[in-house]
Nanobody, 120 residues
Framework: VQLQASGGGLVQAGGSLRLSCAASGSIFRVNAMGWYRQAPGKERELVAGITSSGSTNYGDSVKGRFTISRDNAKNTVYLQMNSLKSEDTAVYYC???????????????WGQGTQVTVSS
């Protein structure tokens, strides 16, 4: 099982970006999915999470600006980021609670990270 994140880049403050993260491999089911971020010198923090049924939760700093969604048929999670601020600059990581066919046991997988840089 692999998670492949994409969509990061450089954007001006006030702009928007959309991140994607697709889970691939021999998958029985993907449960919760989410996004975390880590800025230089800071701990990794929750950005947003979404359950398989679509319930969402957000970190306080992104509420009202970011929207998480998913396409269960594609095992893909998205993060729409609007009104970006310089403090949103970080490496963004996706994760997913996946049940692989080979084990039929839930395991948490992480993507490789994608850089988001917001210039002020």
């Amino acid at each position: 099982v692999q998670l492949q994140a994409s969509g990061g880049g450089l954007v001006q403050a006030g702009g928007s970006l959309r991140l994607s993260c697709a889970a691939s491999g021999s998958i029985f089911r993907v449960n919760a999915m989410g996004w975390y971020r880590q800025a230089p010198g800071k701990e990794r923090e929750l950005v947003a999470g979404i359950t398989s049924s679509g319930s969402t939760n957000y970190g306080d700093s992104v509420k009202g600006r970011f929207t998480i969604s998913r396409d269960n048929a594609k095992n893909t999670v998205y993060l729409q980021m609007n009104s970006l601020k310089s403090e949103d600059t970080a490496v963004y990581y996706c994760n997913a609670a996946v049940i692989p066919i080979v084990t039929m046991s839930t395991r948490l997988y992480w993507g490789q990270g994608t850089q988001v840089t917001v210039s002020s």
